[in-house]
């Protein structure tokens, strides 16, 4: 009988399906790998593991006994600990408050019992092989200290599964080596582990075996030993693998065309490292690049948010220091970050929204011209489709795929020819999706230059004219948008094999 | 894809016959946002109003009314300004130490070293400038917490006051020019009367009109709930927010500048100490008023309510002859029962959008 077992787990969250019917099993002592590209539901079964996240149907089961769906707390008293890729360690707090946090050992007056604190951490942390002063608090630490404080957490009560969200994501390659000693360690006492990680390499190196699943429906469970990267890139990025090329066929703008922007050398030390970049008016151009790999630092250096430390930059052929986003807007670029939340101003009206970044069109001195505010916002909502019933109601109370139609009608307004669009249908339902990339494309028709980031190869693939991948915050290939997907992955992940 | 547009504002229509409590409380919601958005200011103000004119028959009279709004004036001022600031997401506790410096340095210049009286003025004001630009430059420049600096200045502006003073009222006998007081434009708007109206009521009321001009009508104001509403998103649109920061707390420290240039003209005096603890009438104000604290929502309109408020308790309170002591436990209680009810309006308006 397998430890843990999931059936037929369905979420749907608004808009998306997030999980359609996925199974699941972990063996006892296994190190079991879960595998698929963003948005592949990864993450969502994971939480429904740990009770953080109720699913719509399904069972999961613990040596055979039903453990009900919904509650963390059940689901850790069972026997289930998960560590989050997001830590929640408390940085103020020691480590051994950390590790005992809210289940601290207390003296006949109900006061925290600190000998007992000690002595009871103890066999924790040596448990995840780490050799420090339980007392020195969390944030002395980087982290892969804590990371390890985290495991030491979750395995503290009397862990049978433990579930590991990413947990390499910001760690060296030597951090990780010692990780995996400590995985390895305790599956050797019969834990089984389930390690969610997009990085091929590393989850080849380490699982027993490989779920891989995608659009939230398990695509296949593996044995790890004998299956190459390629192949399970295939599988996470589904059938058309080599199959047909991007919709929009090589070469069909680009070449000829004016550079509109280019970087040379541009690096924000020490996270980016030296880029070259051209960029043609009309072209759309993919980045490409895992979590971690520094496409939003690339993108939030390009329009002056992390001013560069070195390199220089042409827009338009002029030379342009980008000190903040109102240098880069008046040098005519706009952006769009990969948290939606983070550009609106939610409790404003869609026009104010959409003139936002245009407050120099739509002034007279220093008074709002209200009539012209009203004139461009409704000419934006036109042309972009949003479908609101005036341009004064609250931005907040769009859905997504219209939300982010804002951000771009906010560019357009200011009249940007060149976008840099991160990650522009991140949660946005797959209808709205396609909105998106279709006006993406007619704008880039008109003669805008788009960089498009992304972590979906499938989209890097359809829509850009050509690709740049990232890994570890350099450029590490310019491929053309038939490349293969493998050819794609192998560049993204290449840096850590 | 019609759901994909907007989502109502209604409750959801149909409700089962259980639903009767929901309903009510859907009309009350409806009834409260329905009052221009002040809802919970604006239905206390008439519930207190109410009840003073039919226990107190000499509260609703001519005389008592103008009584309340001459006394809280200065308030009002100082309330204007701390509302565009706490609209930008910050919050300003040196106002009531900003108007006392303000007055008292226009007294000094007038009475005691003879300047003339739009020098005297004009050195007033440029006192307040001064603090509201060093608060603004602490906030942006040192990145000091707003709170933090504007505490740090309400202690150290009420030192500078009292320096300039000598600790002592002005004028006072051994230092006034000959025949000097108060400068006769001050007192003349600040305790002047025409016919029965208090000529300090309308200099409150421009300074409420300037306030809802700026916020309203300007870039700058546009600028100011961009920035309390979402700083990154305002700073990702090219909005300067240390430019609008810096002159939202410049703007505040002027009108409380005129709120102690007022309060120097109704006392026909000033010193360092006067307006003590008005920030915390104006902050009250101003949350009374239905303006966010974490900012990005607000309007002076609610401002003013929130002061006429504070102004008809005590005012009510003191012709009850309630004691001082009970008239503070009751304004305070006062406080926290309206935000209550606005914070309640607000969740129940996000879950009827919400279900719909």
């Known amino acids: 009988m397998p430890l843990l077992e999931v059936r037929g787990v369905h979420k749907v969250y608004p808009g998306v399906r997030a999980l359609a019917g996925v199974d699941l099993t972990v063996e006892a002592g296994e190190v079991h790998a879960l595998l698929g590209e963003n948005g592949a539901g990864k993450s969502t079964l994971m939480k429904a593991v740990a009770g953080a996240v109720t699913p719509n149907a399904g069972d999961l089961l613990l040596d055979g006994e039903p453990v009900p769906f919904g509650s963390p707390q059940t689901s850790r008293d069972r026997g289930i600990g998960i560590v989050y890729q997001e830590l929640s360690l408390v940085p103020a707090l020691s480590i051994a408050e950390n590790v005992l946090l809210g289940r601290l050992p207390r003296t006949r007056f109900g006061l925290v019992d600190w000998k007992a604190v000690r002595t009871s951490v103890a066999p924790h942390l040596e448990r995840v092989g780490l050799d420090v002063d339980p007392r020195r608090s969390v944030r002395d630490f980087g982290m892969a200290e804590r990371q390890l404080v985290e495991i030491a957490k979750a395995v503290s009560s009397n862990v049978r599964v433990l579930l590991l969200d990413e947990p390499t994501s910001a760690l060296s390659d030597r951090e990780s080596r010692r990780l995996f000693g400590v995985i390895h360690d305790l599956t050797g006492s019969g834990v089984a582990v389930v390690y969610v990680s997009h990085r091929l390499p590393e989850v080849v190196a380490i699982a027993d075996r490989i779920t891989v699943l995608r659009d939230g429906e398990h695509v296949e469970t593996v044995p790890a030993e004998g299956v190459s990267e390629q192949q399970l890139a295939r599988m996470m990025v589904g059938r058309a693998v080599d199959g047909p090329t991007s919709a929009r066929a090589a070469g069909t703008a680009g070449s000829g065309a004016d550079v509109v922007l280019r970087a040379t050398g541009l690096a924000r030390r020490p996270r980016l490292a030296p880029v070259d970049l051209e960029l043609r008016a009309g072209e759309i151009v993919g980045i490409f690049g895992l979590v971690g790999a520094g496409r939003t630092r690339l993108a939030r250096t390009l329009f002056g948010l992390e001013p560069a430390t070195e390199g220089s930059l042409e827009v338009f052929g002029a030379p342009v220091t980008l000190r903040s986003p109102a240098d880069a807007i008046a040098a005519g670029i706009g952006y769009v970050g990969e948290d939606r939340a983070a550009g609106l101003i939610h409790r404003m009206s869609v026009g104010a929204n959409i003139t936002l970044a245009s407050l120099s069109r739509t002034r007279r001195g220093p008074l709002m011209d209200f009539a012209r505010e009203r004139d461009l916002a409704e000419h934006y909502v036109d042309q972009l489709g949003i479908r609101v019933p005036t341009i004064d109601a609250l931005v907040e109370t769009l859905s997504g795929g219209n939300q982010q139609k804002v951000l771009l009608a906010r560019w357009l307004c200011s009249q940007a020819r060149i976008l840099i669009l991160d990650d522009p249908v991140r949660g946005v339902d797959v209808g709205a999706k396609e909105e998106v990339y279709r006006l993406v494309t007619q704008l880039s028709a008109e003669g805008v230059a788009v960089l498009l980031l992304t972590s979906e190869i499938k989209e890097a693939r359809t829509y850009a004219d050509r690709v740049l991948v990232m890994a570890d915050g350099a450029i590490t290939a310019a491929l053309p948008a038939d490349a293969s997907e493998d050819q794609i992955m192998t560049a993204a992940g290449g840096v850590h094999g | ?356």
């Open chain 2, 1 to 356: 894809m019609a759901e994909d547009t907007v989502r109502d504002d209604q409750a959801p229509e149909g409700t089962a016959p259980g639903d009767d409590r929901r309903a009510v409380r859907t009309r009350i919601v409806a009834v409260l946002n329905g009052i221009g958005g002040q809802g919970g200011a604006l239905v206390m103000l008439v519930v207190l109003v109410a009840a003073f004119s039919v226990l107190a028959p000499n509260f609703l009279t001519v005389g008592n009314v103008l009584n309340i709004l001459r006394q809280f004036a200065v308030t009002m001022m100082l309330a204007i300004g701390q509302t565009l600031v706490i609209i930008t997401a910050g919050i300003d506790l040196s106002v009531a130490a900003t108007a006392a410096l303000a007055g008292s340095v226009m007294g000094v210049a007038f009475a005691h070293w003879g300047m003339s009286q739009p020098v005297a003025i004009l050195l007033g004001l440029g006192a307040g400038f001064l603090v509201g630009a060093f608060n603004g430059w602490a906030i942006t420049k040192l990145k000091v917490p707003d709170i933090i600096a504007t505490l740090g200045t309400l202690t150290a502006v009420r030192g500078v006051a009292l320096l300039v003073t000598g600790g002592l009222p002005v004028p006072n006998f051994s230092q006034v020019v000959e025949g000097r007081r108060m400068p006769p434009a001050v007192t003349f708007l600040g305790a002047g009367t025409y016919y029965r109206v208090p000529l300090i009521i309308l200099v409150a009321a421009v300074c409420a009109v300037v306030g809802w001009f700026i916020l309203s009508r300007t870039t700058l104001g546009r600028a100011m709930y961009a920035v309390g509403g979402n700083r990154e998103a305002a700073h990702v649109s090219g909005i300067n927010v240390n430019r609008t920061k810096f002159w939202t707390y410049v703007i505040s420290a002027l009108l409380a500048s005129v709120g102690g240039i007022m309060l120097s003209g109704r006392l026909a005096s000033a010193n360092a100490l006067m307006a003590n603890l008005m920030e915390l009438q104006t902050i009250a104000a101003v949350v009374i008023g239905g303006t966010a604290l974490f900012g990005g929502e607000g309007r002076v309109g609610g401002t003013v309510i929130g002061v006429f408020i504070i102004g008809v308790l005590a005012n009510g309170l003191n012709i009850f002859g309630v004691s001082e002591f009970w008239q503070s436990i009751i304004t305070g209680l006062i406080i926290v029962v309206v935000v209550a009810l606005d914070q309640w309006r607000r969740r129940a308006t996000a879950a009827a959008e919400g279900a719909a």
